[in-house]
Nanobody, 122 residues
């Protein structure tokens, strides 16, 4: 089970830190990822991280503003988002796969959280 938190309303240029608590499995077996989905858009890959902190980031969209991390001892995944822009407004989802696939493809991820909403106001 994956449960996200930390979303909310923030002004342009502000920061948020999203969290995802994982339960029900061995956390280190999973590649963890963040996706987001804005209204009317397809789900978009944000970033992924392995148990040994290898990362994959959608730099085209994130442009160095977002940083993913995980705390294996606490079964937690994080997304630090800085310099937020209105285009970052979306529901952000935590996802996991146990196939060791570090990928941008949503269908590779077997487990999803319910999402946390981020709204960036101008």
């Amino acid at each position: 089970q994956l449960v996200e938190s930390g979303g909310g309303l923030v002004q342009v240029g502000g920061s948020l830190r999203l969290s995802c608590l994982a339960s029900g499995g061995t956390f280190t077996k999973y590649v963890m990822a963040w996706f987001r989905q804005a209204p009317g858009n397809e789900r978009e890959f944000v970033c992924a991280i392995t148990d040994i902190d290898s990362t994959l980031t959608n730099e085209d969209s994130m442009k160095g503003r977002f940083t993913v991390s995980r705390d294996n001892a606490k079964n937690m995944l994080y997304l630090q988002m800085n310099s937020l822009e209105p285009k970052d407004t979306a529901v952000y989802y935590c996802a996991a796969n146990d196939k060791n696939q570090v990928t941008m493809t949503p269908t590779a991820y077997d487990h999803w959280g319910q999402g946390t909403r981020v709204t960036v106001s101008s």
